[in-house]
T-cell receptor, first 117, second 111 residues
Framework: GAVVSQHPSRVICKSGTSVKIECRSL??????MFWYRQFPKQSLMLMAT?????????EQGVEKDKFLINHASLTLSTLTVTSAHPEDSSFYIC?????????????FGDGTRLSIL | GQNIDQPTEMTATEGAIVQINCTYQ??????LFWYQQHAGEAPTFLSY????GLEEKGRFSSFLSRSKGYSYLLLKELQMKDSASYLC????????????FGTGTRLQVFP
């Protein structure tokens, strides 16, 4: 069964809305989680590393004020897309490392399809 | 910089064998992973290589040459359901689970 749960699976909203996406690790603790963005027909692009109890580490070119990440507990990380615009429409996926499985470093959520009108 | 390159698209026939290549240049190396991703879904793990050589798992095999910065995924006895994107990813550090993904290869299997 799923070890990482991501919610919601799909969001359609108006331009200017802020959207929150949740990523939960099920039955294990994740001090680190990762957030990716994927545009159509492209690969996964790492946006940021979410660190429990401390600030997220953002990849070059990702606006930290635009994509707010909060990792308030050992099982939950949230990504908030603030004042979303049509160019933010994308597939957002989170992942978490499973502590006892270094040969499969990350388990992925099912992704969130974000569409900004 | 870090580069992980794959062919953009490939086609093959049902029952055939296909090899998907991946070349990488990263600041460090601590393992290479292959994932399969169907459209609109999350990636699913296929294989892991950290030492040189071939790893076989049923119809799927993956090869690594660290000195050449090269890996390939070999799919045998292709089935229609194998039509998907295949992503190569490198873990570049020893104290991190962070993965850098390649450009991805879209494979179309025809009857």
């Amino acid at each position: 069964g799923a070890v990482v749960s991501q919610h919601p699976s799909r969001v359609i909203c108006k331009s200017g809305t802020s959207v929150k996406i949740e990523c939960r690790s099920l039955d294990f603790q994740a001090t680190t989680m990762f957030w990716y963005r994927q545009f159509p027909k492209q690969s996964l692009m790492l946006m940021a590393t979410s660190n429990e109890g401390s600030k997220a580490t953002y990849e070059q070119g990702v606006e930290k004020d635009k994509f707010l990440i909060n990792h308030a507990s050992l099982t939950l990380s949230t990504l908030t897309v603030t004042s979303a615009h049509p160019e933010d429409s994308s597939f957002y996926i989170c992942s978490a490392p499973f502590p006892t499985d270094s040969n499969q470093p990350q388990h992925f959520g099912d992704g969130t399809r974000l569409s900004i009108l | 910089g870090q580069n992980i390159d794959q062919p953009t698209e490939m086609t093959a026939t049902e029952g055939a064998i296909v090899q998907i290549n991946c070349t990488y240049q990263t600041s460090g190396f601590n393992g290479l992973f292959w994932y399969q991703q169907h459209a609109g879904e999350a990636p699913t793990f296929l294989s892991y290589n950290v030492l040189d050589g071939l790893e076989e798992k049923g119809r799927f095999s993956s090869f690594l040459s660290r000195s050449k910065g090269y890996s390939y995924l070999l799919l045998k006895e292709l089935q229609m359901k194998d039509s998907a994107s295949y992503l190569c990813a490198v873990r570049s550090g020893h104290n991190t689970d962070k993965l850098i993904f390649g450009t991805g290869t879209r494979l179309q299997v025809f009857p």
